[in-house]
């Protein structure tokens, strides 16, 4: 095949790639073709159904759709003959005419309409055709409208949700001109299967699929009613999604995805819905102190009356007031940072901690998430990020996807998860809940709950039997084989299956498919690492790899899907008890001598970094009660809902003699402050965050912060300077430029890059090298260069079902909610889409209950006991009752276990033993 084609366009003589269209080749060279049915974008494929870009070829008779057409040696093209110009000028005229009216009263920008401005039509002459076409408005969906007045049957909505976001719920019914979309079975958005992504409104054209935000009374949407665009990351989860943000004065009115390198412009439900929590009415916007006389501290604060307990106060006493409750009480005091917000506030927030106080007492909510995967992988791989980017899935002939649940999680790496199996990739999906990917899964392995290491021991044990390793990978870049080796003989398939619930015919099944793969990724989630055993279900996963050579390949690769849009970066940054930033370790004296070189003159424990491990954010509370820790920094966490045993937890943060909360909300966790401070959203502040997949990438503020609320960089820095240390941070890119100083992972990685380029995936080699997608091809940063085999045990979970607490209680989450609820239950179309607290039961257990669907259940574990309302759903196993942690008014972490893993420190939140009762509805307030 030849490398290039060589044609002319417009006179010109141009080359084309193999596989390049006409229009591309045109676009390329900044020629004008007008397009609608295609939507120039990665994942959309041109469909020449509009022919609104058609061209001249010579010697042929008929016009030829130019997205679809690849040119030939020889090939003369015209894009602007008189011919090619009037067809076009006539089939948007003609699409015009089937358009709502478009005057004055009635103004409205689409694609469409730019379109037609570009073949230089104002509007149409045609008479408009008043046929009686399938109607019209649906309303339905509180995110999305539909106008089916305004469809031209391009089919842009379909391929987006089909083929795009592989959802599926799109289709096209009837024919040619009246063709329209329709949800599933032509059911109303609203009551469809339809996710939300919205996905179809960015493609669509014309209007006729909108966003509710910014249509007006008459229903009728103007998109470019905006007049600002900033471009930034979406803030809830780890896939780091670009986003442009739209806003018209101090509010955001839309957001569209863009073309990062981990979303090429695909969103989900909370990226580009979610966005206007930072606009409730709930924002914190004064600093806040507690009242002389306000009550006992406890749960009890109203966010819409807040005078009964707290006063306001100016930012000068408050700080002064939060400063002389920390200042100069050493190891008393102990600080919470927060994933949620930039690199350089988790780096200024641990810094702060480590250099004022004299130890190392500060920690995340990493230590609730992938704690116990980063220390197996610490541990045998030497590096805790991942070891390539999900979207090398791309590469990959077989996947495995355990413990996650990526359809409501990352959902935007799901994407391209189900757009692999429609490949023909296969998936191997293990979880005891019968999750979304299932549909798409080859392999569905719904095993027990807790069951990880003997099913994971299991396959291996097949792969070793059958001699299906690769012998070669094992030789050259592990260590520790024959040990593992040994260990695996005593996990026979047959052996495991009363633990799995897995015949061992699946079992061999899925290592044949696993072992007989040219290049397979994992993917893991919490289902993983939420356990006393998280280390070695990490360890099981990252010994399969290894010994099937699958790391450090295009396709190839351990990816612990990360949780909040900044875990990764905030746990670089060394927001983490046992490191400084880059996972040095604080036991190192070369690493503390480095510090105090670089922190030395600053004032407060003169940079000294002590040679003790910190606690983790588990412990540090338990400390509170041994009165060992007395006063608090927590900035962006909320323990008081995200902590196991909350009855516990909550008891600590009252028992504290001085706590300071910052957050953008009165949280469950502010409720206990002495001390608030108002902090500004994302959307509202400058700063790097870094993903998943180790790309750091720059976010920009696209509206100011509400009232008096600062931003969390400076608030850190005020703080720090009134408890005697002396920083000068002006901006972010200063403590930027400081943290390059210490952290050879943001090597080649500037600032200015950052605001140029937008993402930088890090190693990256060179100022021009955009990063290293894969890493560890030529061995591993350990000792010895090598990889290894830790081989892992059964250990049953911390507490099992007995005849009080029969059943098994899972927690986790739903599409859209985050977390503690803080953010998406103040997000208009979130809260509206899931309202109310809510479990999901097997509909045998429902039915053995006695309770309908719908109906009510209280929950109770040996810690505390919750009522809600109860969910069928076949996914969850007839002895397992799923229940998500966004809901104060039934927290799941009343009933959570607060065992711990003892590698990771992570709690049991993935199993503990409950008791199901039917209950009395909830009175209604
Ligand atoms: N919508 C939404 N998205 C989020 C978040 C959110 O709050 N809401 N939070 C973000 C954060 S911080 C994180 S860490 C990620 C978490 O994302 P995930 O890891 O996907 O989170 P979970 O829903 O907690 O659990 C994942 C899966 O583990 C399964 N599971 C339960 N027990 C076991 C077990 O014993 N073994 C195995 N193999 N599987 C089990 C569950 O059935 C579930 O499908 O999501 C991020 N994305
Ligand atoms: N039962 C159960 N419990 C769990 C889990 C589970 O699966 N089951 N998962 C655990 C996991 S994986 C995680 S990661 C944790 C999460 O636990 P947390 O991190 O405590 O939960 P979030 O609700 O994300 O808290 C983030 C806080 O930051 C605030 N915030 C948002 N943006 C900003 C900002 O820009 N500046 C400031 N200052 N504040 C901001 C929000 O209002 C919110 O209060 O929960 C853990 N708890
Ligand atoms: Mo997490």
Same mark, same amino acid.
């Given at each position: 095949m030849p490398d290039t084609i060589t044609f002319t366009l417009d006179g010109e003589t141009v080359q084309a790639r193999p596989g390049e269209t006409i229009w591309e080749v045109a676009n390329g060279r900044g020629l004008v073709i007008p397009h609608l049915c295609h939507k120039p974008a990665p994942g959309y494929r041109p469909d020449g159904n509009c022919r609104a870009c058609m061209v001249e070829i010579e010697g042929e008779r008929t016009l030829a759709a130019s997205c679809i057409r690849e040119p030939t040696d020889g090939m003369v093209v015209t894009t602007h003959s008189a011919r090619a110009k009037s067809a076009r000028k006539m089939v948007i005229e003609?699409?015009?005419?089937?358009?709502?009216?478009?005057?004055?009263?009635?103004?409205?920008?689409s694609h469409l309409w730019d379109m037609a401005e570009a073949n230089g039509i104002a509007e149409s002459r045609l008479p408009t055709l008043e046929a009686e076409r399938i109607p019209l408005l649906d309303d339905s969906h509180v995110a999305m409208r539909v106008n089916l007045d305004a469809c031209i049957q391009c089919g842009l909505c379909v391929r987006a949700c089909r083929e795009v976001q592989v959802n599926d719920v799109i289709g096209m019914a009837g024919r040619g001109h009246d063709a329209y979309p329709v949800f599933d079975f032509d059911d109303p958005m609203g009551e469809s299967t339809c996710v939300a992504c919205g996905e179809c409104v960015q493609a669509c054209p014309t209007g006729a699929l909108m966003e509710a935000s910014i249509v007006d009374a008459r229903q009728i949407g103007d998109s470019a009613d905006w007049d600002r665009e900033t471009k930034s990351i979406c803030p809830f989860c780890g896939v780091g999604c670009q986003v442009s943000l739209k806003s018209k004065g101090d509010r955001i009115v839309k957001v569209d995805g863009i073309d990062g390198p981990a979303n090429e412009g695909r969103l989900c439900v909370k990226g580009r819905f979610g966005f206007d929590y930072i606009h409730h009415p709930h924002r914190l916007t004064v600093p806040l102190i507690r009242r002389d006389d306000a009550p006992a501290k406890g749960l009890n604060v109203d966010p819409g009356n807040l005078s009964t307990h707290f006063r306001k106060a100016t930012w000068e006493e408050a700080l002064e007031a939060a400063a002389a409750g920390l200042r100069g009480r050493g190891r008393e005091v102990a600080g919470f940072g927060? $994933?949620?917000?930039?690199?350089?506030?988790?780096?200024?927030?641990?810094?702060?901690?480590?250099?004022?106080?004299?130890?190392?007492?500060?920690?995340?909510?990493?230590?609730?998430?992938?704690?116990s995967s980063v220390a197996a992988l610490l541990e045998n791989v030497g590096s805790g990020a991942v070891t390539a980017t999900f979207n090398e899935i791309e590469n990959a002939d077989v996947a495995i996807v355990i413990g996650a649940n990526p359809v409501e999680n990352h959902p935007v790496a799901a994407t391209y998860f189900k757009q692999f199996a429609k490949r023909g990739g296969k998936l191997i999906v293990m979880d005891p809940r019968g999750q979304a990917l299932k549909r798409h899964a080859a392999h569905m392995v719904q095993f027990r709950p807790g069951a990880d290491v003997?099913?994971?021991?299991?396959?291996?044990?097949? %792969?070793?039997?059958?001699?299906?390793?690769?012998?070669?990978? %094992?030789?050259?870049?592990?260590?520790?084989?024959?040990?593992?080796? $040994?260990?695996?003989?005593?996990?026979?398939?047959?052996?495991?299956?009363?633990?799995?619930? %897995?015949?061992?015919?699946?079992?061999?099944a899925v290592a044949r498919t696993f072992a007989g793969a040219k290049a397979a990724m994992i993917f893991w989630g919490m289902g993983v690492s939420q356990h006393i055993h998280g280390t070695d279900n990490s360890r099981c996963l990252i010994s399969l790899a290894l010994m099937t050579g699958q790391v450090g390949r295009p396709g190839a690769g351990l990816h612990p899907l990360r949780g909040q849009n900044n875990v990764q970066g905030a746990s670089d940054a060394g927001l983490i008890p046992m490191f400084l930033p880059d996972y040095a370790s604080v036991l190192s004296e070369e690493v503390r001598e480095k510090y105090a070189g670089l922190w030395g003159d600053e004032g407060g424990h003169g940079g000294e970094i002590v040679a003790e491990k910190g606690l983790t954010v588990t412990e540090i509370l338990g400390a509170v009660h041994d009165d060992r820790i007395k006063a608090m920094y927590i900035l962006g966490e909320n323990p008081a809902m995200s902590d196991p045993d909350l009855d516990h937890a909550r008891a600590a943060l009252a028992k504290l003699d001085h706590l300071v909360v910052q957050d953008i909300f009165l949280t469950e966790t502010a409720n206990y402050a002495d001390v608030i401070l108002p902090a500004s959203a994302f959307a509202e502040k400058a700063g790097t965050v870094t993903n998943t997949n180790r790309q750091v990438q720059m976010g920009r503020p696209a509206v100011p912060p509400p009232g008096e609320a600062r931003q969390d960089w400076w608030i850190v820095t005020e703080l720090a300077k009134r408890c005697g240390l002396d920083w000068r941070y002006t901006h972010p890119r200063d403590v930027f430029a400081e943290m390059k100083q210490v952290m050879p992972s943001l090597d080649n990685i500037t600032w200015a890059r950052l605001e140029d380029e937008g993402a930088v995936t890090y190693p990256s080699l060179s100022p021009e090298d955009p990063g290293q997608p894969i890493v560890f091809a030529d061995g591993f940063p350990r000792a010895g260069g090598r990889a290894r085999f830790t081989p892992a045990d059964v250990i049953p979970p911390d507490e099992t079902p007995d005849a009080e607490y029969p059943m098994i209680l899972t927690t986790g989450r739903q599409l859209e909610h985050w977390h503690t609820g803080s953010m998406t239950r103040r997000a208009t179309v979130l809260d509206a889409v899931e309202p109310e607290a809510n479990c999901s039961l097997h509909p045998s257990t429902l039915r053995k209950l006695g309770v309908a669907p719908g109906g009510t259940v209280r929950l109770t574990t040996r810690r505390g006991s919750v009522t809600l309302l109860a969910r069928m759903d076949r996914a969850v196993a007839p002895d397992m009752v799923f229940l998500p942690f966004a809901y104060v008014e039934a927290a799941a972490n009343l009933l959570t276990n607060p065992a711990l893993d003892p590698f990771g420190k992570i709690p049991e939140f993935k199993f503990s033993a409950v008791k199901v009762e039917a209950a009395e509805p909830i009175a209604a307030e």
């Open positions: 003609m699409l015009l005419a089937d358009q709502p009216e478009r005057d004055a009263a009635h103004d409205r920008s927060s $994933a949620k917000c930039s690199n350089e506030e988790a780096y200024l927030f641990q810094k702060f901690i480590r250099q004022g106080f004299g130890h190392n007492n500060v920690d995340h909510c990493t230590r609730l998430c992938h704690a003997a099913l994971l021991n299991s396959i291996m044990h097949v %792969i070793a039997d059958e001699g299906l390793t690769d012998r070669q990978y %094992i030789e050259a870049m592990t260590e520790n084989w024959e040990a593992q080796k $040994a260990h695996l003989e005593g996990f026979a398939p047959e052996k495991m299956t009363g633990l799995t619930g %897995i015949d061992a015919d699946t079992v061999r």
